[in-house]
């Protein structure tokens, strides 16, 4: 685990240096937060993994995007932009202009979402047939993939995701999409699926109320949205396949897309993943009482559970297994 967290931490730009300005004690980039300027100096192992435009381009030494690619929401950009306008930055178009041709790549290879393409309408991005394909459609069908994986008595939990007290899950994509699925747990707990209830391209979501259900064997889990937002996509592979999602409920198995006003504020309402573990674990000791009930004890190291739960013990019952871990 130690090993793994040092690949995270140089692999996304951990371990920088940070210290208020007011001294000038130490040499590196100058930065303002919450009306503070700071000096930022990235120690010599960290690499930035979500590189800024406007860093890749030249204008600026070291910016990290906090924004998920979403430049037109992006208040970084927006100041940028407003420099450009009153002269006093150069734009990163008009930058990357000046390199010789062969650097002139695609915004998206700057970003490090693409290999490395050319440019071929000079940055002018609105009129781009590839950008508009990447950002409206081969975003949103390519599948996520964990960085990295956490077991809790035998449940996945992947880091970098967000989770919901009804057991969905949600992924922050680049540009600014939400990946939304269901966890792990909830999988194992209901067995395979007989197919989903998935919600239409275009509906609208309401956190924690029911956005789409789980079918198995004429029982109907409905399940809580864990976000605001509009569908965008839907995974259309689990109308035929639905298995795959107990297979890679966090990788092929997601259900939808979705697009939402404010990607900080929805995140709010959900747990990072440290919280998440904590709180799949405690899932875990209740299952295992509701399952000493029925099955008689356990063993004393509680042992791992086995993945079509409500499939061995269908005396747990199904509405009961749905109301106390889906809300619902």
Request: net charge neutral.
């Amino acid at each position: 685990m130690k090993e793994n967290r040092e690949i995270r931490r140089s692999n996304v730009g951990y371990g920088s240096s940070y210290i208020k300005n007011d001294m000038g004690e130490m040499q590196g980039t100058k930065s303002v937060l919450k009306g503070q300027v700071w000096t930022i100096k990235p120690d010599a192992e960290a690499s930035l993994k979500n590189p800024c435009l406007w860093m890749r381009a030249g204008v600026v030494n070291f910016k990290n995007c906090n924004n998920f690619y979403d430049c037109v929401s992006c208040k970084y950009d927006l100041g940028m932009r407003s420099k450009v306008e009153s002269g006093k930055s150069i734009s990163w178009q008009d930058a990357m202009r000046k390199k010789p041709a062969l650097q002139r790549v695609c915004r998206h290879s700057l970003t490090n979402r693409i290999e490395k393409r050319a440019c071929a309408y000079d940055y002018q991005c609105s009129s781009c047939d590839f950008d508009q394909y990447f950002e409206e459609i081969l975003t949103l069908k390519t599948k996520s993939t964990p960085y990295e994986l956490h077991q809790v008595k035998g449940f996945n939990v992947p880091m970098d995701y967000y989770f919901h007290m009804g057991h969905a899950w949600a992924k922050i994509e680049s540009g600014g999409y939400i990946r939304v699925g269901l966890d792990d747990f909830s999988l194992k707990l209901l067995g395979k699926a007989d197919g989903f209830e998935l919600p239409l391209m275009g509906k609208e979501l309401d956190l924690g109320k029911a956005g789409w259900g789980l079918k198995r064997e004429g029982n109907i889990a409905d399940v809580l949205s864990p976000i605001n937002g509009v569908i965008m996509e839907v995974n259309s592979k689990l109308r035929e396949k639905p298995e795959i999602a107990n297979h890679e409920p966090y990788e092929e198995g997601w259900l939808f897309m979705v697009r939402t006003p404010d990607i900080k504020v929805a995140t709010k309402a959900l747990m990072d993943d440290k919280k998440s573990m904590e709180w799949i674990s405690s899932e875990v000791s209740l299952l295992e009482n509701m399952i000493e009930e029925v099955a008689g004890p356990l063993a004393a190291d509680g042992g791992y559970l086995a993945d079509d739960i409500y499939g061995n013990l269908p005396g747990l019952g199904w509405n009961r297994l749905t109301k106390t871990f889906l809300r619902s």
